[in-house]
């Protein structure tokens, strides 16, 4: 396997409006991230991706963007942006920008332009279709409900978003239009940027027909309509060609609508397009047909199995990615782990997943204290349009029958603002995230779970990620080493072998509140090595949300394999 430094890097994600406040207006900023770069470098983290800072009006919280050349005027300057990279290199922390080149916003001049007349030069930047039956074009539902078309009084015909109406779909194809976009990237790469998170990167190739699809299953028409349209890997080589070829830095896709068995397309190194994707099986496990607010069950199994198969799917010339939360879904903890009754230990359980899997690893702000889910009571508490959107969907349809409180509960269990409540910085005001009152509410567990609290003690899920990303950094098995998952009792007991020459490291990992005596999965030669537990050297047993890190010689490694298949 050919080695890469992004391979070998942890990344971590920022979502900048809710980080840290350094001018006391309640929005996180760039200065807030200038503070806190000691921070990033201590625990340990090689690349900061950043969600979106350039100027927008914020419908999304800076996915829908207005100027692709400004940084947004909450978040400070472009001098402030210069600095903060500067001070990430410094630190030898690279920096990867979101880049959102599916949609601007309905604010962006292009869009301003297009939609003055049918023959503007700028109407094509943009995806404009007549109506039909006095009706929109077709039945394609918008991700945060409702049509994806919108009807323009002035010119009479409807444009697609397949987000919110004031995140219009760009016409990918447009030679000019793509120009465009590859000129404003290459700004962003000669000023140092270290590569770009790639916003719906499957969704720019559009098919043109437009023809009415089964919108039954939400996830299936992902898939099977709005992503991996018949260009998309012709964009992808072109853009590759004219940019990202030309600068050594890194691209990952937000792979939503990509299934295992056609990845290798886009993350093939040999197919020149990008270097990896983030996946979505285990992100949407939780979702029903008709998305987040429709949760079905899970199992442990189905979990494990989501990356037993990536892990298939992304052979020797592919790279794939890690990650178990971001700003669009809930809190790690509440969600896979047992935030209620095994805090620490599920938390500190699923960051040795995330660093022991085979992929570069992605860590999410707040995860390393253990942030958890909010309790809102209040729809005013919230703050994501697909909230609002799917709030007054559902009134719609359901009429009288509409529990708003049964709706706020489930926002509070599977939403994105869970995700997005402010950085909690220490126990005082606000939680040191600002001097006045937030964007959001601070999430009221903020006095117990802080960064201030754990940063001193030796046994807290902050000082247990640093130890983490120490041990992973000192062998590169966890990088290159081959890999096997085994599932040992089902639904509860898992293990991770990486392999490399003679050398194997064995992961046992314990997702459940029993205990297992796990001799039956030792060799005589395994040694501990690591775990979430101090008492790990009583080391033939796991506890609940017991990860425990062996190594063992190759022999006796085959023979456990053997005795585990048998
Ligand atoms: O969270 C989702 C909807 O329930 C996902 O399907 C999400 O919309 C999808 O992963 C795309 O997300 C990205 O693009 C969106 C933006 O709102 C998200 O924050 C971003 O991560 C549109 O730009
Ligand atoms: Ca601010």
Known sequence: MKRNWWKESVIYQIYPRSFKD??????????????????????????????????????DNGYDISDYYQIMTEFGTMADFDELLAELHKREIKLVM????????????????????????????????????????????????????EYDEETEEYYLHLFTRKQPDLN???????????????????????????????????????????????????????????????????????????YDVVSIGEGVGVPPETAELYVGDYRKEINMIYHFGHMFIDHGEKGRMDPKNWTR??????????????????????????????????RFGDAENYWYESATLLATLICILRGTPTLYQGDEIGMR???????????????????????????DK???????????????????????????????????QPWIDVNSNFSEINVANQENSPVSILSFYKKLLKFRKEDLIWVYGEQEIFELIENQLYAVARIQGSVVKWVILNFSNSEFEIDLW?????????????????????GPWQVSIFAMSLESYISLKNSILN
């Open 98 to 149: 979101d880049l959102v080149v599916n949609h601007s916003s309905d604010e962006h001049e292009w869009f301003q332009k297009s939609k003055t007349s049918k023959d503007n030069p700028y109407r094509d930047y943009y995806i404009w279709r007549k109506g039909k039956n006095g009706g929109p074009p077709n039945n394609w539902k918008s991700f945060f409900g409702g049509s994806v078309w």
């Open 301 to 334: 199994s189905g979990f494990v199995d989501v990356f037993k198969s990536w892990d298939r799917a992304l052979k020797a010339n592919s790279w794939g990615t890690i990650y178990l939360g971001n700003h669009d879904f809930p809190r790690l903890v509440s």
């Open 373 to 399: 889910n909010v309790s809102f009571k209040q729809a005013s508490q919230f703050r994501d349009v697909e909230f609002f959107n799917t709030y007054k969907e559902q009134k719609a349809i359901q009429g």
């Open 172 to 246: 990918w194809e447009n030679e000019k239009l793509r120009q465009e976009i590859y000129a404003m990237m290459r700004f962003w790469l000669d000023k140092g940027v270290d590569g770009f998170r790639m916003d719906v990167i499957p969704l720019l190739s559009k098919r043109l027909e437009f023809a009415d699809g089964d919108m039954s299953d939400f996830g299936k028409a992902v898939e099977k309509i709005y992503a991996n349209g018949p260009r998309i890997h012709e964009f992808l080589q072109e853009m590759h060609r004219e940019v990202l070829g030309k």
């Open 22 to 59: 350094s001018n006391g207006d309640g929005i996180g900023d760039l200065r807030g991230i200038i503070e806190k770069t000691d921070y990033l470098k201590d625990l340990g983290v090689d690349i900061l991706w950043l969600s979106p800072i350039y100027q927008s009006p914020n419908d």
């Open 402 to 436: 509409f529990d708003e409180n049964k709706f706020i509960e489930i926002a509070c269990e599977f939403g994105r603002d869970n995700a997005r409540t402010p950085m909690q910085w220490d126990s005082s005001v606000n939680a040191g995230f600002s001097k006045v």
């Open 522 to 542: 030792l060799a005589d030669d395994s040694e501990i090595q690591f775990s979430n537990y101090q008492s790990a050297n009583e080391n033939k047993h796991l």
